[in-house]
């Protein structure tokens, strides 16, 4: 069957099969390697991308759900050449060590702060509840995020 | 003290932006023109004769190259953890494809096509036949005289029974002991978690040489596995470090080099290898389980007289690492406390289970949640607060570690002690009562050491580097370097820029390939930032002489009169412009035929500890048993931090598994030798919302001989914490639970027993 949808801007069709995860699609059709597999159940976040602004673990969407619909993956934050704020204040903060939950704890929080302007440090660990990191013990994260949300509230 | 332009700050590498913009690429992100997916057959029994494998279905699957097991593989056996080719305590029982599996998930066949979605149904369609045989599951029914044997040879891997001190002494006083203390602790088998899989990418080319890209610990020891098992020379196999998504020291033996090296070996095209979680909790490898049984005996003063140590591992199916790993928790005490007779008897035993294999710590996490749980029943015994046992007894600066004879170095653990203490208010805290509502507090420390590097273990402690600097003045680092994920080339970018005053972004380093990068044994004992940080040192300062002297001729000034200040080299009196390290280099080439590129082999010459002091509060909702960490504060002896932000992120990571492995985290096996953990659904782990505040305070005196003063702090960050959990809960409810993980149903059980045997009042259920 043929995918109609759009992935971090871009309008697209892929060939796909009926059982095809949208990870699949991202990470193998695609070549967005950014979006990461961990577990495959939809327990670690390392596959979180944005669809229609919501959250969500790619290993557990079928790519034909995405028809219609927008996707943002990692690759799609911050602009050419140029990293985002969230992405700015994660280097920043020293919250990347790995890297390997990094793009799945970026989208978590873009989505955060897309529909929270000025969250609480509780708020946005339970954004990031469904994103497990074994490299930061999580406080260099969440202070990236609250330190993006101040930058972008603005003075 | 001195002041630091780069030692202690952070700053941003070309690779940190490419982890927070997606384009770095990990192993499983790597595509090579024709390659072909793997999948492994997995064994589901616990011990079983293979007697017949028919692949005519799967090879019937479109796009299927191939189905692999023991007929076609070599017989030769290898030991996943062997990184020298004559390695002592190296085990080689493990074969390729197993015709005899020993645990649920060995390998027993393979399955390559060109697709991971077709490897994965043809994988489901091998038809393999088995005749289950006895299974034995832990490692004291493995050891009882007519248990089935494992392996031939008998289930009895290793023994080790080391003893210093006098074993006369009841206590250094020379007193009878006030107390003498028996405690056991249990340990269970637990998942390293890297939250990238397990992966290989192996190709062979037309010529016969094979590459191997693999996230490991060690490009050299993958070499050495892989070509002695394909009989291959060393120079005909390629092995290089891809980025790894963390390892913990799940990726640090050679679990699956040799059979995708195999695979690509026998399909002529590349072969890419990706494990899904199940296998990875089932069948890589897993932190063995362990006992230990602690005797001591302590002086009314509160003094150790002596600790006698009886340690049972599990090694699982395949010996590994574990002969040397349970030997190494016997030597973690003595860098630790002083003892006036200190003895440790272990054993390792084979069992049908999950194999297991070093995880971070090395067998000091282990030993300590013993030890540390223990030392509180002796605190207990004598009626002594917990941080006062301990601090009679911590080890000093320049003590020598009777096992060893060598120095613990500039041990700062006292201080650590002092002043973790005195920031968590210990004093007050510990006074408080638990409250006897639902809800329990209770607070808990624990002290732990690890090491900086394996000089005196019968490995190669040395590494070789090459710096080179370019003419317009960046730099060329050439090192078999393996960053796991905890900063190691940003630490030697640190190290090499505070040499020379450039910026360290403008060091280009690569890691560890065996083509190209000289011999570095790889990213284990935490010798990364106290070895490989002062080869690095040493490295740059070589390189600084060649372009002072060089700037000397070309001034035609003494040497010894110039300087390095911001990339240039300058007059020490401050006349005269400065020189610029690019026209250094570029007048080099063209005027003296020299290039600016120095190689140098460091090697270790010591190992001082390196120590952490954990304090914890827990809360405990006796209904449910379930506990939330309140907070924890870190006091770490670290030497100086080379970059600070990234140590506290270590010091985080650290504390989030010790807490996991106090509490929650556990892969268990059923009678059938299954684990019935498979997922992040059932293996927890802390998350966002668990995790506590963490404060982290730093001792750096600099009073070692590392780089800049530094010591380790990835692995020695882990060591106490699961034992200051235990005790904090057994604090806050006046249990004495032993087994870890603690539990709702431990700690339940334990309160119910409690209340049927009451000491003090408490909720029943």
């Known amino acids: 069957m043929l995918l109609k949808t759009t992935v971090n801007g871009r309008r697209l069709q892929v060939r796909i099969e009926a059982d095809t995860r949208l990870i699949d699609v991202l990470r193998?059709?695609?070549?967005?390697?950014?979006?990461?597999?961990?577990?495959?159940?939809?327990?670690?976040?390392?596959?979180?991308?944005?669809?229609?602004?919501?959250?969500?673990?790619?290993?557990?969407?079928?790519?034909?759900?995405?028809?219609?619909?927008?996707?943002?993956?990692?690759?799609?934050?911050?602009?050419?050449?140029e990293p985002g704020v969230l992405q700015r204040q994660f280097v920043a903060h020293?919250?990347?060590?790995?890297?390997?939950?990094?793009?799945?704890?970026?989208?978590?929080?873009?989505?955060?702060?897309?529909?929270?302007?000025?969250?609480?440090?509780?708020?946005?660990?339970?954004?990031?509840?469904?994103?497990?990191?074994?490299?930061?013990?999580?406080?260099?994260?969440?202070?990236?995020?609250?330190?993006?949300?101040?930058?972008?509230?603005?003075? | 003290m001195r002041e630091f332009k780069y030692v202690g700050s952070a700053f941003c590498a070309p690779e940190t932006i490419a982890r927070v913009n997606g384009a770095l690429r990990f192993g499983a992100d790597l595509r090579l023109p024709g390659m072909l997916h793997a999948q492994l057959v997995l064994s589901p029994h616990a011990h079983a004769r293979v007697t017949g494998i028919d692949p005519t279905r799967a090879l019937a699957i479109p796009g299927v190259a191939g189905v692999y097991s023991h007929h076609d593989a070599p017989t030769r056996r290898y030991c996943r953890y062997r990184i020298l080719p004559a390695q002592a305590g190296c085990i080689d029982d493990e074969p390729l494809f197993a015709s005899t599996p020993r645990f649920v998930g060995d390998r027993v066949?393979?399955?390559?096509?060109?697709?991971?979605?077709?490897?994965?149904?043809?994988?489901?369609?091998?038809?393999?036949?088995?005749?289950?045989?006895?299974?034995?599951?832990?490692?004291?029914?493995?050891?009882?005289?007519?248990?089935?044997?494992?392996?031939?040879?008998?289930?009895?891997?290793?023994?080790?029974?080391?003893?210093?001190?006098?074993?006369?002494?009841?206590?250094?006083?020379?007193?009878?002991?006030?107390?003498?203390?028996?405690?056991?602790?249990?340990?269970?088998?637990?998942?390293?978690?890297?939250?990238?899989?397990?992966?290989?990418?192996?190709?062979?080319?037309?010529?016969?040489?094979?590459?191997?890209?693999?996230?490991?610990?060690?490009?050299?020891?993958?070499?050495?596995?892989?070509?002695?098992?394909?009989?291959?020379?060393?120079?005909?196999?390629?092995?290089?470090?891809?980025?790894?998504?963390?390892?913990?020291?799940?990726?640090?033996?050679?679990?699956?080099?040799?059979?995708?090296?195999?695979?690509?070996?026998?399909?002529?095209?590349?072969?890419?290898?990706?494990?899904?979680?199940?296998?990875?909790?089932?069948?890589?490898?897993?932190?063995?389980?362990?006992?230990?049984?602690?005797?001591?005996?302590?002086?009314?003063?509160?003094?150790?007289?002596?600790?006698?140590?009886?340690?049972?591992?599990?090694?699982?199916?395949?010996?590994?690492?574990?002969?040397?790993?349970?030997?190494?928790?016997?030597?973690?005490?003595?860098?630790?406390y002083r003892f006036g007779h200190y003895r440790h008897r272990g054993r390792v035993a084979y069992t049908n289970g999950p194999v297991g294999g070093g995880m971070r710590g090395w067998g000091a996490p282990d030993i300590a949640t013993c030890a540390e749980i223990h030392l509180d029943h002796v605190a207990a015994a004598l009626g002594m607060d917990p941080v006062e046992l301990r601090r009679r007894n911590l080890v000093a600066p320049g003590d020598i570690d009777p096992l060893t004879g060598k120095s613990v170095g500039d041990a700062r653990v006292r201080d650590c002690l002092d002043l973790g203490a005195r920031a968590f208010r210990w004093s007050e805290r510990v006074g408080l009562?638990?409250?006897?509502?639902?809800?329990?507090?209770?607070?808990?420390?624990?002290?732990?050491?690890?090491?900086?590097?394996?000089?005196?273990?019968?490995?190669?402690?040395?590494?070789?580097?090459?710096?080179?600097?370019?003419?317009?003045?960046?730099?060329?680092?050439?090192?078999?370097?393996?960053?796991?994920?905890?900063?190691?080339?940003?630490?030697?970018?640190?190290?090499?820029?505070?040499?020379?005053?450039?910026?360290?972004?403008?060091?280009?380093?690569?890691?560890?390939?065996?083509?190209?990068?000289?011999?570095?044994?790889?990213?284990?004992?935490?010798?990364?930032?106290?070895?490989?940080?002062?080869?690095?040192?040493?490295?740059?300062?070589?390189?600084?002489?060649?372009?002072?002297?060089?700037?000397?001729e070309l001034l035609?000034?003494?040497?010894?009169?110039?300087?390095?200040?911001?990339?240039?080299?300058?007059?020490?009196?401050?006349?005269?412009?400065?020189?610029?390290?690019?026209?250094?280099?570029?007048?080099?080439?063209?005027?003296?035929?020299?290039?600016?590129?120095?190689?140098?082999?460091?090697?270790?010459?010591?190992?001082?500890?390196?120590?952490?002091?954990?304090?914890?509060?827990?809360?405990?909702?006796?209904?449910?048993?379930?506990?939330?960490v309140t907070d924890v504060l870190a006091a770490i002896d670290i030497g100086r931090a080379i970059n600070r932000q990234r140590v506290e992120g270590q010091c985080g990571g650290a504390i989030q598994a010790g807490i996991g492995s106090a509490l929650c985290e556990e892969v268990d096996m059923d009678a059938a030798g299954r684990a019935g953990v498979g997922g992040f659904r059932n293996y927890h782990m802390f998350n966002a919302v668990d995790m506590p505040p963490v404060t982290v305070l730093l001792v750096e005196h600099d009073g070692d001989d590392g780089p800049y003063g530094a010591k380790s702090v990835g692995e020695v960050a882990t060591v106490p914490t699961a034992a200051a959990i235990v005790n904090a809960v057994n604090r806050a409810l006046g249990t004495r639970i032993t087994t870890l993980p603690l539990t709702p149903e431990r700690i339940v059980a334990a309160l119910c027993d409690q209340s049927a045997h009451p000491r003090r009042s408490a909720a029943c259920c």
């Open chain 2, 109 to 336: 066949a393979a399955v390559v096509a060109t697709s991971r979605q077709a490897a994965r149904a043809a994988a489901r369609e091998v038809d393999i036949r088995y005749a289950p045989l006895p299974a034995v599951l832990s490692p004291e029914a493995s050891l009882e005289p007519d248990a089935a044997a494992i392996q031939p040879g008998g289930n009895l891997i290793s023994t080790y029974d080391l003893a210093v001190g006098d074993s006369a002494a009841k206590d250094r006083s020379g007193d009878t002991p006030a107390v003498i203390t028996v405690t056991e602790v249990r340990t269970p088998m637990l998942h390293h978690a890297a939250l990238e899989p397990h992966l290989c990418l192996a190709d062979c080319d037309s010529s016969g040489q094979i590459t191997v890209w693999s996230p490991c610990q060690s490009v050299y020891g993958a070499r050495t596995v892989v070509a002695d098992l394909l009989g291959l020379p060393y120079n005909r196999v390629r092995v290089v470090k891809v980025p790894m998504g963390g390892s913990f020291g799940g990726k640090q033996e050679f679990i699956l080099e040799p059979v995708t090296a195999f695979l690509a070996m026998q399909t002529g095209k590349p072969v890419l290898l990706v494990l899904d979680r199940e296998e990875c909790i089932r069948a890589t490898m897993v932190r063995p389980e362990q006992r230990s049984v602690m005797r001591s005996t302590t002086g009314a003063d509160g003094r150790l007289g002596s600790l006698d140590i009886d340690t049972l591992l599990s090694a699982g199916a395949y010996a590994g690492s574990s002969p040397d790993y349970a030997e190494a928790m016997a030597h973690k005490l003595t860098r630790l």
């Open chain 1, 94 to 155: 020293g919250a990347v060590q790995c890297g390997f939950c990094t793009p799945g704890m970026l989208m978590s929080a873009t989505a955060l702060l897309a529909r929270n302007r000025n969250p609480s440090e509780a708020q946005i660990r339970q954004a990031l509840a469904g994103n497990l990191c074994r490299c930061t013990g999580y406080a260099a994260i969440v202070a990236a995020v609250a330190a993006a949300a101040r930058e972008l509230a603005g003075p």
């Open chain 1, 28 to 81: 193998d059709s695609l070549g967005l390697t950014g979006t990461k597999e961990g577990c495959g159940e939809g327990e670690c976040g390392a596959c979180t991308v944005l669809i229609d602004g919501v959250p969500m673990n790619s290993c557990l969407v079928l790519a034909a759900q995405a028809g219609g619909r927008s996707v943002l993956t990692v690759e799609g934050l911050g602009s050419p050449g």
């Open chain 2, 556 to 628: 035609g000034a003494g040497a010894q009169g110039l300087t390095v200040r911001d990339g240039a080299v300058w007059s020490i009196d401050g006349g005269g412009r400065g020189l610029a390290y690019a026209d250094i280099v570029q007048r080099a080439h063209v005027l003296y035929g020299r290039d600016m590129i120095v190689t140098h082999t460091y090697r270790g010459w010591s190992n001082p500890g390196s120590y952490a002091v954990q304090f914890a509060g827990v809360e405990v909702d006796v209904l449910t048993g379930l506990v939330r």
């Open chain 2, 433 to 552: 009562p638990p409250g006897d509502g639902r809800w329990r507090r209770g607070v808990g420390l624990a002290c732990g050491a690890h090491k900086n590097g394996v000089l005196s273990e019968s490995f190669p402690e040395f590494s070789t580097m090459t710096l080179k600097m370019n003419e317009d003045g960046s730099l060329d680092l050439n090192a078999s370097v393996h960053e796991v994920g905890a900063g190691t080339l940003d630490t030697l970018r640190t190290i090499i820029a505070e040499e020379l005053d450039i910026d360290p972004a403008s060091i280009s380093a690569r890691e560890a390939d065996t083509a190209s990068t000289p011999y570095d044994f790889g990213c284990f004992g935490s010798r990364m930032t106290y070895v490989c940080g002062a080869a690095a040192l040493q490295l740059a300062a070589l390189l600084r002489e060649r372009l002072v002297g060089t700037a000397a």
